[in-house]
């Protein structure tokens, strides 16, 4: 006499037969990324028609391409704690053109990405610190792992913003340098 197969759940709580092979019930790549998300959020972009259709990190590259308006840069800015002048160091600009740009101009496509960037490390920055605020108190402190400089000195590369990032893991994972 053959066993009764036991049931199990899949990912909806479903019973299914242990034979069958389930997919998740969402496709992959059709749920928006908690980390796409909070990185549109933090550019104050939600909505907006360029960011609508942004589900995940590779989403992004068309919007990069396009140029984001000026008016992401100045949200960013504000919710990270970041004066026009270490703005203008971070996108390889001076301060003065910053200030020439209406509030729908498009960055170039570089600044954009260290825009998208920025509010990456921003937002994972958050996640790992529970804030923003102690994030950003973390930011503006002088660290021996970045070579006692402040981390915030480090966003004007795609090198240093690994570097944090990296260190962010690092923190998250209870690994002190």
Same mark, same amino acid.
């Given at each position: 006499?053959?066993?009764?197969? &036991?049931?199990?759940?899949?990912?909806?709580?479903?019973?299914?037969?242990?034979?069958?092979?389930?997919?998740?019930?969402?496709?992959?790549?059709?749920?928006?990324?908690?980390?796409?998300?909070?990185?549109?959020?933090?550019?104050?972009?939600?909505?907006?028609?360029?960011?609508?259709?942004?589900?995940?990190?590779?989403?992004?590259? &068309?919007?990069?391409?396009?140029?984001?308006?000026?008016?992401?840069?100045?949200?960013?800015?504000?919710?990270?704690?970041?004066?026009?002048?270490?703005?203008?160091?971070?996108?390889?600009?001076?301060?003065?053109?910053?200030?020439?740009?209406?509030? =729908? =101009?498009?960055?170039?496509?570089?600044?954009?990405?260290?825009?998208?960037?920025?509010? +990456?490390?921003?937002?994972? +920055?958050?996640?790992?610190?529970?804030?923003?605020?102690?994030?950003? =108190?973390?930011?503006?402190?002088?660290?021996?792992?970045?070579?006692? &400089?402040?981390? &915030?000195?480090?966003?004007?590369?795609?090198?240093?913003?690994?570097?944090?990032?990296?260190?962010?893991?690092?923190?998250?994972?209870?690994?002190?340098?």
């Amino acid at each position: 006499m053959e066993k009764p197969k &036991k049931k199990t759940k899949d990912y909806e709580h479903h019973e299914i037969e242990p034979s069958m092979v389930s997919e998740p019930s969402i496709p992959y790549g059709y749920v928006q990324d908690t980390v796409a998300s909070r990185t549109i959020g933090l550019m104050g972009m939600e909505g907006k028609k360029d960011f609508t259709d942004i589900k995940n990190n590779s989403d992004f590259i &068309k919007v990069i391409r396009s140029g984001i308006p000026k008016q992401a840069m100045t949200h960013l800015m504000e919710i990270a704690d970041i004066s026009l002048t270490e703005m203008a160091s971070i996108i390889h600009t001076s301060d003065r053109t910053l200030r020439r740009y209406t509030a =729908q =101009q498009r960055l170039s496509p570089e600044q954009s990405e260290r825009m998208v960037e920025m509010a +990456g490390v921003y937002s994972r +920055g958050a996640e790992v610190f529970g804030s923003l605020a102690n994030f950003r =108190q973390w930011m503006d402190s002088v660290l021996l792992p970045f070579g006692n &400089k402040k981390p &915030k000195e480090l966003l004007d590369t795609s090198i240093g913003i690994g570097m944090i990032m990296d260190e962010l893991g690092r923190i998250e994972h209870g690994i002190f340098a």
